[in-house]
C-alpha cells in the first residue's frame, strides 16, 4: 500500500489529462514509468499468447487474464493503476480517501482493429481501463489503434459528437467509468488490420459502510 508521501510524489512526476464527454471525465495519465513499461509488458502479453496461453480467442482478439500474473512488470503496472484509479476515486470525494477495499483484474490482449467492432461495458465495475503496450501502424489510418467513447446522453440529430475517439500514444493509460460503453475503433474497408497490445481491466470498489 502507497504511503499518501509516496502516492502524492508519483502523481507529481505523472502527466494527466482530463477528457469530457458530456458529464462524464475520462482521464489520461502519462509517465516516463508507464512509458518504459509499454514494451516490457507487451513483451510478457505476446510471448505468453505465443505460448498458448489463450483465455479466449474472438476472430482477431487473443486475451490472457493476467489476475494471477506477478512478474516484474505487470506487478509494476498494476501498482500504476491501482494508483491512478485511487486518485480518480479521491476526486470523486473531495479529496477525502474512502473506506474500502479494492479489487484489481486485468488482462492482456493482442488484437487487430475490426471493421465493425461492437459497443461493451464492464458493469458493474467502478472504473475501467486501458493501457496501451504497442501500437503498430500498416496504415496510414491513425485512428485503428484507439478507443470510442460512446456519449452516454442524448444527442440531437444535428450534432456529430454521439462518441469520442481517443487516439494513444505507446505508454498512455486511460481511466473511465465501467458503465460507459466503448469499443476499439474501427478500420476502413479495404485498410489492412492494425495490431495492438494492451492491458486491459477494471477496479471494483466496495465501500466500507461501518466507517
Known amino acids: 500500500m502507497l504511503s499518501r508521501r509516496d502516492f502524492?510524489?508519483?502523481?507529481r512526476a505523472t502527466e494527466r489529462d482530463s477528457f469530457n464527454l458530456s458529464s462524464v471525465r475520462l482521464e489520461r495519465f502519462r509517465s516516463d514509468r508507464?512509458?518504459?513499461?509499454?514494451?516490457?509488458?507487451?513483451?510478457?502479453?505476446t510471448s505468453k499468447?505465443?505460448?498458448?496461453?489463450?483465455?479466449?480467442?474472438?476472430?482477431?482478439?487473443?486475451?490472457?487474464?493476467?489476475?494471477?500474473?506477478?512478474?516484474?512488470?505487470?506487478?509494476?503496472?498494476?501498482?500504476?493503476?491501482?494508483?491512478?484509479?485511487?486518485?480518480?476515486?479521491?476526486?470523486?470525494?473531495?479529496?477525502?480517501?474512502?473506506?474500502?477495499?479494492?479489487?484489481?483484474?486485468m488482462w492482456g490482449r493482442s488484437e487487430r482493429s475490426e471493421l465493425t467492432p461492437s459497443f461493451h461495458r464492464h458493469v458493474p465495475a467502478t472504473l475501467s481501463f486501458v493501457f496501451y503496450c504497442r501500437l503498430t501502424s500498416e496504415s496510414t489510418e491513425?485512428?485503428?489503434?484507439?478507443?470510442?467513447?460512446?456519449?452516454?446522453?442524448?444527442q440531437?440529430?444535428?450534432?456529430?459528437?454521439?462518441?469520442?475517439?481517443?487516439?494513444?500514444?505507446?505508454?498512455?493509460?486511460?481511466?473511465?467509468?465501467?458503465?460507459?460503453?466503448?469499443?476499439?475503433?474501427?478500420?476502413?474497408?479495404g485498410v489492412p488490420g492494425e495490431e495492438r497490445v494492451v492491458v486491459a481491466g477494471d477496479l471494483f470498489f466496495t465501500p466500507n459502510l461501518n466507517e
Open 49 to 105: 499468447l505465443d505460448a498458448g496461453e489463450v483465455d479466449e480467442k474472438f476472430g482477431p482478439r487473443q486475451t490472457l487474464s493476467l489476475v494471477g500474473e506477478n512478474c516484474d512488470s505487470t506487478a509494476l503496472l498494476r501498482s500504476e493503476v491501482k494508483t491512478a484509479c485511487t486518485e480518480v476515486i479521491l476526486n470523486w470525494s473531495d479529496g477525502v480517501p474512502p473506506a474500502g477495499r479494492f479489487d484489481l483484474r
Open 156 to 189: 440531437p440529430p444535428w450534432q456529430s459528437a454521439a462518441e469520442f475517439v481517443f487516439e494513444p500514444e505507446v505508454g498512455d493509460l486511460v481511466v473511465f467509468p465501467g458503465w460507459l460503453a466503448h469499443r476499439q475503433s474501427a478500420r476502413a474497408e
Open 34 to 45: 508507464l512509458r518504459g513499461l509499454a514494451s516490457t509488458v507487451a513483451r510478457t502479453v
Open 8 to 11: 502524492r510524489h508519483r502523481l
Open 142 to 154: 491513425p485512428r485503428a489503434s484507439g478507443t470510442v467513447f460512446l456519449n452516454p446522453l442524448p
